[in-house]
């Protein structure tokens, strides 16, 4: 039996950025802040119950983002693993389906 499933307009770039053989650029990484500052306004439930170092952590690794845009510069590949670690730790699993 086919699939039929929709794919969200959320799950399509979140795969992409998720995904460690895609690249990330600039337009991924302004995306996926965006959506990390909209979460964090509607005071998503699912990142209420972070320890104060998870929640400095995810920070540093945001602001640090935000930092290489301002500068245009490309994420090197730490940092690319940092900001995709961060991710997956505050996706909603409902957020990206398999």
């Known amino acids: ?19 460690p053989s895609h690249p990330l650029c600039r337009e991924d990484v302004l995306w996926a802040l965006g959506f990390i500052k909209k979460k964090v306004t509607e005071r998503a439930p699912e990142w209420s119950g972070l320890d104060q170092s998870q929640l400095l952590a995810h920070f540093t690794c945001f602001a640090d ?9 490309s994420p090197s590949i730490q ?17 990206i389906k398999n």
């Open 1 to 19: 039996m086919k699939n039929n499933r929709v794919i969200s307009p959320i799950e399509q770039p979140l795969r992409r950025i998720l995904d």
């Open 65 to 73: 983002m935000a930092l290489l845009l301002l500068h245009r510069r």
């Open 79 to 95: 940092e690319t693993a940092c900001f995709r670690k961060m991710l997956n730790e505050l996706l909603s699993p409902d957020w």
